[in-house]
Nanobody, 115 residues
């Protein structure tokens, strides 16, 4: 059973930065494609960024140039560095495999960006 635990969210002013972390249990992390997703109030969950087992990366258009995804396989951790945050980035952020697996969603971490 894989568990994913997100952390690092908080309240920040527009233009600020946050770094999210996601620690995964299980042995398959280093060979898994991982992603970050977010869900804003009243909206569906959406893709934010992904990193492959080979460290290839892709991003949603809305975060390109502002967010950076990375991973540390020795720590079973995937990160999301978020810079130049905007109020529209306010959401609960989740990590999961990419494409996401239904049984792997964690509690998420709340990011709130004030204007």
């Amino acid at each position: 059973q894989v568990q994913l635990v997100e952390s690092g969210g908080g309240l920040v002013q527009a233009g600020g930065s946050l770094r999210l972390s996601c620690v995964a249990s299980g042995r398959s992390f280093s060979t898994s494609n991982m992603g970050w997703f977010r869900q804003a109030p009243g909206k569906e969950r959406e893709f934010v960024a992904a990193i492959g087992w080979n460290r290839s990366k892709n991003y949603a258009e809305s975060v390109k140039g502002r967010f950076t995804i990375s991973r540390d396989n020795a720590k079973n951790t995937v990160y999301l560095q978020m810079n130049s945050l905007k109020p529209e980035d306010t959401a609960v952020y989740y990590c999961n495999k990419n494409p996401p697996a239904s049984g792997y969603w964690g509690q998420g971490t709340q990011v709130t960006v004030s204007s």
